[in-house]
């Protein structure tokens, strides 16, 4: 099964994720429920295993690789900002 994680974070953000307190300092809220209150995303499996496993590596492979890809970039992008940004207060000084 999947997790959409910004569908699980726009929940949040609308208050709808439960929150456990652990310090009085922190904001009330309560970790019990009976099921998640987010959608969870279940696959249906191409191919049948003799097993009952239901994990396809393939798939799960393509996801890495794509996951791997999306976070390369964003690191390339954040360097790029940053590398700006310090090429910008050098030209201040």
Same mark, same amino acid.
């Given at each position: 099964?999947?997790?959409? +994680? $910004?569908?699980?974070?726009?929940?949040?953000?609308?208050?709808?994720?439960?929150? #456990?307190?652990?310090?009085?300092?922190?904001?009330?809220?309560? #970790?019990?429920?009976?099921?998640?209150? *987010?959608?969870?995303? &279940? @696959?249906?499996?191409?191919?049948?295993?003799?097993? #009952?496993?239901?994990? $396809?590596?393939?798939?799960? @492979?393509?996801? *890495?690789?794509?996951? #791997? +890809?999306? &976070?390369?970039?964003?690191?390339?992008?954040?360097?790029?900002? *940053?590398?700006?940004?310090?090429?910008? *207060? @050098?030209?201040?000084?």
């Amino acid at each position: 099964m999947d997790i959409d +994680v $910004e569908d699980a974070a726009k929940q949040n953000q609308m208050g709808l994720l439960p929150l #456990a307190k652990s310090s009085p300092s922190h904001i009330n809220g309560s #970790a019990h429920w009976s099921s998640p209150p *987010f959608n969870l995303k &279940y @696959r249906t499996p191409f191919q049948a295993s003799a097993d #009952a496993n239901t994990v $396809e590596m393939d798939i799960e @492979r393509q996801h *890495f690789a794509e996951n #791997a +890809v999306m &976070y390369q970039f964003t690191l390339d992008q954040v360097g790029g900002d *940053f590398k700006e940004l310090t090429e910008l *207060f @050098r030209n201040l000084k």
